[in-house]
């Protein structure tokens, strides 16, 4: 099948369904300026480990040198715009066309393009924490301080702050586990920008009854899916919105 083939097909699927979700991944947003993690030659753990530098056990060794590793790369979000693909998603749940978004993705780009369901199931950047007294605050303080060369940044109980994300060693927040039920009669899962190689998420197209990828690179699913398109999500999904849009004119 061709590609605006492939397109039609998208569409109808989506049409066809009463219960439909998006999953994302950093794939999603490296549209936004956004590098994701395994994309071959770019993404990030081609070139650290991310053993060294995203762990639970790195942050409590030396949490110095664990904001030294990330929170460059993390104030990068602040600055990044949604895209074409963020903004299709949001209008698809307007038009009642998806339930919402289970994103792998802390860098709230969903949220910022309108989506009003979304599951941030390895957290997000808006809130940070105490490791001591658990005391929440803005994730902004967090990154005050560290600009301002307090590193790593404290709670006022002298206490270490983290951010509110799921590290590897972490246990899923409880997005996942809402995800997860909400998933409950899924017609039809649109998975974007995810190489889907990291569990439990990766267990997620299990729940749907139909399984569309759109992905640069091929993934583990891909022989599951209904249909695999290999190509930008800026792109397909911009031409899908333009089908959809002559398909309901008709
Ligand atoms: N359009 C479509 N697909 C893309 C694009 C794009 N513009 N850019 C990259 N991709 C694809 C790549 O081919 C790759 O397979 O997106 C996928 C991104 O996969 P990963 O980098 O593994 O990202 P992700 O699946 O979100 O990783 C899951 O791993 O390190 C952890 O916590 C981190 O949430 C992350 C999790």
Known sequence: MDYSGKIKTLAKLIQGSSRTFALTGAGISTESGIPDFRSPGTGLWQKTDPMKVATVTVLRRDPAAFYKANLERWSVFTEAEPNAAHYALAALEREGLLEGVISQNIDGLHVKAGSERVWEVHGHLRT?????????????????????????????????????????????????????????????????????????????PERAARLVIVNRDATPWDDRAALVINDSAGKVFTDLMTELKQSSDV
């Open 128 to 204: 940070c924490h105490c490791m001591k007294c658990n005391g929440r605050q803005p994730f902004s303080n967090l990154l005050e301080q560290f600009k301002s060369g307090i590193n790593p940044p404290l709670c006022i109980c002298g206490g270490v702050l983290r951010p509110d994300v799921v590290l590897f060693e972490d246990p899923m927040g409880e997005d996942f586990f809402h995800a997860s039920q909400a998933l409950n009669g899924c017609q039809l899962l649109v998975v974007v920008g995810s190489s889907l190689r990291v569990y439990p998420v990766a267990h997620l």
